[in-house]
């Protein structure tokens, strides 16, 4: 699935989509360059589940935790991680196995220590807008596909 989203309102409302699409959990990585809008999705992400607060990537702590009354959706960002052994020292596996969902930006310096995503999100520039496709990598994630249902947009 492949779309062009114009700004950073119409990433937002992708990313609340996104995430009523996911309720029955997942593992969602978000690839794309610096700025691009990782962070934006995810905060129209937790937008959509409640979450009032300030979103910020977690670049320095790595993981950041959003309780809610039934679930539990974790944010990592990995772009400074230094080698992916780093990912066992915090207990990423068990962490984005404990999760509800789990949303992971530059998933790419964590090869090999994070299981197989259920959907991947790329994130692309595309004139001043950007360009998202959306790549099922299980059966969990082509039923968030399915959910996501864009014959409406």
Do not use: C
């Not at 992400?45 to 679930?71: C, D, I, W």
Request: charged share 25%.
């Amino acid at each position: 699935m492949s779309l062009v989203v114009a700004d950073a309102g119409a990433m937002e409302h992708l990313g609340g989509r996104l995430a009523r699409a996911t309720e029955g959990g997942g593992l969602i990585d978000l690839e794309g360059e610096l700025g691009v809008g990782k962070t934006t999705m995810v905060r129209g992400f937790l937008r959509a589940q409640g979450y009032a607060g300030k979103v910020r990537s977690p670049t320095y702590t790595l993981v950041e935790t959003y309780t809610f009354n039934s679930h539990r959706t974790v944010h990592l960002d990995l772009y400074r991680l230094a080698h992916p052994e780093e990912l066992e020292w915090i207990g990423a596996r068990d962490i984005v196995t404990d999760a509800s969902v789990a949303l992971v930006e530059w998933p790419e310096r964590g090869a090999g220590f994070l299981p197989t995503p259920d959907l991947v999100v790329r994130i692309n520039y595309e004139g001043t807008g950007r360009r998202v496709d959306l790549f099922a990598r299980t059966e969990k994630g082509q039923g968030i596909l399915r959910l996501m249902d864009f014959a409406d947009s």
